[in-house]
Nanobody
Framework: QVQLVESGGGSVQPGGSLKLSCAASGSISSINAMAWYRQRSGNERELVAT???????WYAESVQGRFTISRDNGWNAMSLQMYFLKPEDTAVYFCAAARSLLITEAVMPSYWGQGAQVTVST
């Protein structure tokens, strides 16, 4: 089992920045990919960014160029640096990890964090 704990959420004005962190513990040697998802009020959970063991990165078009995903070498920690935040970025953000080599919209992660609220408003 892998446990994931997010931190760093909060409130920010449009145009501001926030950094989300995810701490992993447990059987982290089984992780091969991690990701950030978000769920906006009334919407389904959506994939925001992914990172693989080879440091391959993928971003949703809506955050491309504004968000940066990164991790440490041992999968102990992952982060999502968010710049130029918009009101539509307001959501609960979830850290996720997978035993599979990739996380995509079709390949779901095995483990989830509890979520961190990000609110972008004036």
């Amino acid at each position: 089992q892998v446990q994931l704990v997010e931190s760093g959420g909060g409130s920010v004005q449009p145009g501001g920045s926030l950094k989300l962190s995810c701490a992993a513990s447990g059987s982290i040697s089984s992780i091969n990919a991690m990701a950030w998802y978000r769920q906006r009020s009334g919407n389904e959970r959506e994939l925001v960014a992914t990172i693989t063991s080879g440091d391959g990165k993928w971003y949703a078009e809506s955050v491309q160029g504004r968000f940066t995903i990164s991790r440490d070498n041992g999968w102990n920690a992952m982060s999502l640096q968010m710049y130029f935040l918009k009101p539509e970025d307001t959501a609960v953000y979830f850290c996720a990890a997978a035993r599979s080599l990739l996380i995509t919209e079709a390949v779901m992660p095995s483990y989830w964090g509890q979520g961190a609220q990000v609110t972008v408003s004036t």
